[in-house]
């Protein structure tokens, strides 16, 4: 065993000792999910074949305990390491890795990267760049945090990053500083920058200020980093401006040197691409230009946020007990987990015929109301009023128990759903009931003509059911968004893109 090897022994040791001495709420709000040594290996052998000859000048702005720069000792040979410098923030892995590495030549930094000045001497600067940065989503930073970090971004690549950019963002806009000409740089993010509209920012710095050389994207439901359910992307760009017809790589699953597919894709699809996901060979752009969709018939609404479901959502004995009146309950569907069947079936008095009904308490009178004419109902209000009343949902609404108000429609769309054997994604559900929903699904409002074609005939609705259910997953995908372990999610803006070009031939059978 070498001399690296035993180092990366007691790294990983080292690793897993800090990792346990912070509680996982720690780890999340500081991003702090470590490198797999392996997939580190990967990295660095990749990026020595794209540099394949000179000295280089190595840089991690967000080093942890090492794990790239200890598959840079083991992947390159050392005569081409001119310097390594490494940045980490938080002393509890900062320490413990200037001891691990301190007969090395890494030049170790314990400060915050993002507050660092860039080297104004282009030979200061790094020709390589490899960083797995903190996972730290925008409502863990303060708010004077983002405007530093906006401010800073601005002036490094003329940029402004969006309020609800990650911190791995903003890592990525500042190391533009850090970079000599032609260098390369290789980030391990999140995937969920291609497809929302925080990340537009990002993408135009990608496509403008650097070329973008690669984006490889792991398969969902091969989670990267064990502990945080993220979907992981590599994107890799040299820090030069992009020649004419430029075209970018995208790969997608198995690993960076053998992917399940790839593809070349224009820069010029990619400026006006909303999502990138796409893009991936087995994934085709979502909308053809022109097509309809969803958007064009239904308007899509979340379920109901009530702020509180254990306290406002109940069963019919629970209800009994607590003494509420029928008048101040309202059917409402189970969440996705506990329905099992995709068509809701009613009963005479429009109540949904399954095995847990459930109702929901939205009351429209007054307090003074409720104590006079429904005194059990009051107590009720008045038990949980402590820990409800002041919730942020609760709080926003008058009078505090009250519900959005939500009608019963025929047609409903799980909010988040994981990959099935059967390869379907999201589910529609026809619901025959009165039953509303909670903001685990998504209600699907039938816009005119549609309205008109179905007239709440059922059985017309059901042929319209029948075509949303038949919406591939590779639809559901180029549209919506993936985290990791496979869990795909759709806002009601995404679903309504989702294209549809089968209605209109309906409404013209």
Same mark, same amino acid.
């Given at each position: 065993?070498?001399?690296?090897?035993? +180092?990366?022994?007691? %790294?990983?040791?080292?690793?897993?000792?800090?990792?346990?001495?912070?509680?996982?709420?720690?780890?999340? %709000?500081?991003?702090?999910?470590?490198?797999?040594?392996?997939?580190?290996?990967?990295?660095?052998? =990749?990026?020595?074949?794209?540099?394949?000859?000179?000295? #280089?000048?190595?840089?991690?702005?967000?080093?942890?305990?090492?794990?790239?720069?200890?598959?840079?000792?083991?992947?390159?040979?050392?005569?081409?390491?001119?310097?390594?410098?490494?940045?980490? +923030?938080?002393?509890?892995?900062?320490?413990?890795?200037?001891?691990?590495?301190?007969?090395?030549?890494?030049?170790?930094?314990?400060?915050?990267?993002?507050?660092?000045?860039?080297?104004?001497?282009?030979?200061?600067?790094?020709? $390589?760049?490899?960083?797995?940065? !903190?996972?730290?989503?925008?409502?863990?930073?303060?708010?004077?945090?983002?405007?530093?970090?906006?401010?800073?971004?601005?002036?490094?690549?003329?940029?402004? /990053?969006?309020?609800?950019?990650?911190?791995?963002?903003?890592?990525?806009?500042?190391?533009?500083?850090?970079?000599?000409?032609?260098?390369?740089? *290789?980030?391990?993010?999140?995937?969920?920058?291609?497809? @929302?509209?925080?990340?537009?920012?990002?993408?135009?710095?990608?496509?403008?200020?650097?070329?973008?050389?690669?984006?490889?994207?792991?398969?969902?439901?091969? @989670?990267?980093?064990?502990?945080?359910?993220?979907?992981?992307?590599?994107?890799?760009?040299?820090?030069?401006?992009?020649?004419?017809?430029?075209?970018?790589?995208?790969?997608?699953?198995?690993?960076?040197?053998?992917?399940?597919?790839?593809?070349?894709?224009?820069?010029?699809?990619?400026?006006?691409?909303?999502?990138?996901?796409?893009?991936?060979?087995?994934?085709? !752009?979502?909308?053809?230009? *022109?097509?309809?969709?969803?958007?064009? =018939?239904?308007? @899509?609404?979340?379920?109901?946020?009530?702020?509180?479901? *254990?306290?406002?959502?109940?069963?019919?004995?629970?209800?009994?007990?607590?003494?509420?009146?029928?008048?101040? $309950?309202?059917?409402?569907?189970?969440?996705?987990?506990?329905?099992?069947?995709?068509? #809701? !079936?009613?009963?005479?008095?429009?109540?949904?015929?399954?095995?847990?009904?459930?109702? +929901?308490?939205?009351?429209?009178?007054?307090?003074?109301?409720?104590?006079?004419?429904?005194?059990? /109902?009051?107590?009720?209000?008045?038990?949980?009023?402590?820990?409800?009343?002041?919730?942020?949902?609760?709080?926003? %609404?008058?009078?505090?128990?009250?519900?959005?108000?939500?009608?019963?429609?025929?047609?409903?769309?799980?909010?988040?759903?994981?990959?099935?054997?059967?390869?379907?994604?999201?589910?529609? +559900?026809?619901?025959?009931?009165?039953?509303?929903?909670?903001?685990?699904?998504?209600?699907?409002?039938?816009?005119?003509?549609?309205?008109?074609?179905?007239?709440?005939?059922?059985?017309?609705?059901?042929?319209?059911?029948?075509?949303?259910?038949?919406?591939? !997953?590779?639809?559901?995908?180029?549209?919506?968004? @993936? =985290?990791?372990?496979?869990? =795909?999610?759709?806002?009601?803006?995404?679903?309504?893109?989702?294209?549809?070009?089968?209605?209109?031939?309906?409404?013209?059978?």
């Amino acid at each position: 065993m070498s001399a690296i090897e035993r +180092i990366e022994q007691r %790294r990983l040791a080292l690793q897993l000792s800090c990792d346990r001495l912070r509680s996982a709420q720690q780890r999340n %709000r500081m991003g702090q999910y470590a490198t797999p040594g392996e997939l580190a290996g990967e990295l660095l052998r =990749y990026a020595r074949a794209l540099l394949p000859g000179g000295a #280089v000048r190595f840089l991690d702005p967000a080093i942890g305990t090492g794990s790239f720069y200890a598959a840079l000792l083991r992947e390159w040979p050392h005569a081409r390491i001119s310097s390594a410098t490494g940045f980490e +923030i938080d002393p509890h892995y900062g320490e413990p890795c200037r001891a691990l590495w301190s007969q090395t030549p890494l030049q170790l930094r314990l400060e915050d990267f993002t507050a660092a000045e860039a080297p104004g001497a282009e030979a200061a600067r790094y020709d $390589l760049l490899i960083c797995n940065p !903190p996972y730290v989503r925008h409502h863990h930073l303060p708010r004077a945090a983002k405007l530093r970090l906006q401010l800073r971004s601005l002036l490094a690549t003329g940029l402004r /990053l969006s309020g609800r950019s990650g911190l791995y963002a903003h890592f990525i806009t500042l190391a533009h500083g850090w970079m000599s000409a032609n260098a390369l740089a *290789g980030w391990l993010i999140p995937g969920e920058f291609m497809d @929302v509209n925080y990340g537009h920012a990002l993408k135009q710095y990608l496509l403008r200020s650097v070329t973008l050389l690669r984006i490889h994207r792991f398969d969902p439901s091969e @989670v990267q980093f064990g502990d945080a359910l993220v979907s992981s992307a590599i994107v890799w760009f040299r820090n030069r401006p992009p020649g004419s017809g430029h075209k970018v790589e995208f790969s997608y699953g198995g690993t960076l040197s053998e992917p399940k597919t790839r593809a070349m894709i224009a820069v010029s699809r990619l400026q006006s691409a909303a999502k990138w996901s796409a893009f991936s060979a087995s994934l085709p !752009p979502a909308r053809p230009a *022109g097509a309809a969709t969803l958007g064009d =018939y239904f308007r @899509v609404q979340r379920g109901v946020a009530t702020g509180a479901n *254990g306290f406002f959502i109940m069963s019919g004995q629970q209800a009994l007990e607590r003494g509420i009146p029928r008048q101040c $309950l309202r059917a409402i569907l189970p969440g996705p987990r506990y329905l099992p069947m995709d068509e #809701v !079936p009613a009963d005479a008095a429009g109540n949904p015929q399954i095995a847990r009904p459930l109702w +929901i308490l939205d009351c429209r009178l007054s307090e003074r109301e409720i104590r006079e004419r429904h005194p059990a /109902l009051w107590r009720y209000l008045e038990a949980g009023r402590p820990q409800v009343a002041g919730g942020y949902l609760c709080s926003r %609404r008058a009078p505090w128990y009250a519900q959005e108000l939500r009608a019963p429609t025929f047609f409903l769309c799980t909010y988040i759903a994981r990959g099935r054997r059967d390869g379907r994604l999201q589910r529609f +559900i026809f619901n025959r009931s009165q039953a509303i929903a909670a903001n685990s699904y998504l209600m699907l409002y039938p816009r005119e003509p549609l309205e008109r074609f179905i007239r709440r005939d059922a059985e017309r609705a059901r042929l319209v059911w029948q075509l949303l259910s038949r919406v591939g !997953p590779e639809v559901i995908r180029g549209c919506g968004r @993936v =985290y990791g372990g496979g869990l =795909y999610k759709l806002e009601p803006k995404e679903l309504a893109n989702v294209p549809m070009p089968q209605l209109d031939q309906l409404l013209r059978s």
